[in-house]
């Protein structure tokens, strides 16, 4: 059976407000960035098996001056085109690094590199599913919001 879906996620900070030490502004900022990759990876891939939940709630993660582009390139940041024909993702794999920077005494932005691995089941077999992303995210009154992204799915180089 496969493992639940858990990232695992190491974090620094850059301009900690005062009186934090980087690594505590980094453990501060790292529940929120975990639950936020937490629902990009199970919206792209856990929920999106079968085809029937759409994208509206992967799409709902971007800022909005990027979320057209995130709509074209769905096959890069998610099961895509292939959603219909998985009927399960069992998680491997998910692992993030971020660099936190902090303003005005909170998270104000991060970049992340995210590496996701699992197991996609179709009707044919099972297959192998990788995703590799750098997120470049924007923390707002709603919580975090992916504002640019380098992403691509298929084998892993």
Do not use: N
């Not at 975090?144 to 084998?155: E, L, V």
């Amino acid at each position: 059976p496969a493992e639940p879906l858990r990232v695992r996620l190491v974090a620094t900070a850059k301009s900690p407000p005062d009186g934090l030490t980087a690594k505590r502004a980094a453990q501060r900022a790292a529940p929120g960035l975990e639950r936020f990759l937490d629902r990009y990876l199970t919206a792209a891939f856990v929920d999106a098996a079968g085809g029937e939940a759409g994208w509206d709630g992967l799409l709902g993660l971007f800022d909005k001056p990027v979320k057209a582009s995130a709509r074209k390139q769905l096959d890069a940041l998610s099961l895509g085109a292939a959603a219909a024909k998985v009927s399960a993702v069992r998680p491997h794999r998910a692992s993030a690094r971020a660099v936190v920077l902090y303003g005005d005494r909170r998270p104000a932005a991060a970049t992340v590199r995210l590496a996701f691995d699992a197991t996609a089941d179709t009707a044919q077999g099972s297959g192998q599913v990788h995703l590799r992303s750098v997120l470049q995210l924007l923390a707002t009154g709603e919580g975090w919001r992916i504002a640019a992204f380098d992403s691509r799915t298929g084998p892993p180089k």
